[in-house]
């Protein structure tokens, strides 16, 4: 497994929305802003079960990050990678985290998000990075 260099490491680490880029299944790359965490080497993201991220991200599906620092564009982090897992049972328990990290929100299922309580599978995915590119 490919490592973050520590000088970029921030850019996963702060609450800074970073781009997710997941494959179609006929090959055409898909772009979604989103909320994202480091752990143990590994790129966390989470969804919701059936959102196009979601069905693009399978195990072993390839994926790529770009992170930019918001105080300089010219400083990023691009990280190419493989989901390494897919994991329901901890889907709400890392929606909630990211939910903290973000909005300094304890329970993602609160305030405009409240009506989706019990409506949605979060999904849990652990992105192993093989590439790493970095700038600034």
């Known amino acids: 497994m490919t ?3 520590e000088s970029h490491k921030d850019l996963l680490v702060k609450p800074i929305v970073i781009s997710l880029v997941t494959l ?3 090959g055409q790359p898909q772009a979604t802003p989103i909320w994202a965490d480091l752990d143990n080497g590994h790129i966390v993201v989470n969804s919701a079960r059936g959102r196009q991220k979601d069905r ?3 195990p072993h599906a390839k994926v790529t990050i770009l992170a930019m620092d918001p105080s300089n564009p010219y400083r990023w ?4 990678g493989e989901v390494d897992d897919v994991d329901e049972a901890s889907g709400l328990e890392w929606i909630n985290r990211l939910s903290k990290k973000y909005r300094d929100v304890d329970e ?6 409240a009506a989706m309580k019990g409506k949605e599978q979060r999904v849990t995915y652990r992105i192993k990075p093989t590439h790493v590119n970095v700038a600034g």
């Open 24 to 26: 179609m299944p006929d």
């Open 77 to 80: 982090l691009e990280v190419r």
């Open 3 to 5: 490592s973050i260099p």
């Open 108 to 113: 993602y299922y609160s305030g405009a998000n």
């Open 56 to 58: 693009n991200m399978t």
